[in-house]
């Protein structure tokens, strides 16, 4: 069992940055990798970004590439997503996840969610 608590989303204008924390506690959390999800009103959810608890590896959508990181820092048990030059559709609830890498895929199996932290970008 793993709980993940989301904090740092909010209202950011175009061009900005927020960064996402992600806490995580429970049963072998470093069994599991870690990520990013994102679904905006009327579309599905949709793989952001993934991290190895080692840090060794990092997956990301190609619509984030370049502008987005993630980041882990073990002894706090947390992820982070650092979001930089920001755009409206970057709009969306941003869920962290555990589970598995899929690593042919570049994409990551959640099987434990946060609850969803806002993140809204005005033009």
């Known amino acids: 069992q793993v709980q993940l608590v989301e904090s740092g989303g909010g209202l950011v204008q175009a061009g900005g940055s927020l960064r996402l924390s992600c806490a995580a506690s429970g049963r072998t959390f470093s069994s599991y990798a870690m990520g990013w999800f994102r679904q905006a009103p009327g579309k599905e959810r949709e793989f952001v970004a993934a991290?190895?608890?080692?840090?060794?590896?990092?997956y990301y959508a190609d619509s984030v590439k370049g502008r987005f990181t993630i980041s882990a820092d073990n002894a706090k048990n947390t992820v982070y997503l650092q979001m930089n030059k920001l755009k409206p559709e970057d709009t969306a609830v941003y869920y962290c996840a555990a589970g598995l890498l899929l690593v042919p895929r570049r994409s990551l199996q959640p099987n434990y969610w946060g609850q969803g932290t806002q993140v809204t970008v005005s033009s």
């Open positions: 991290i190895s608890w080692s840090g060794s590896y990092t």
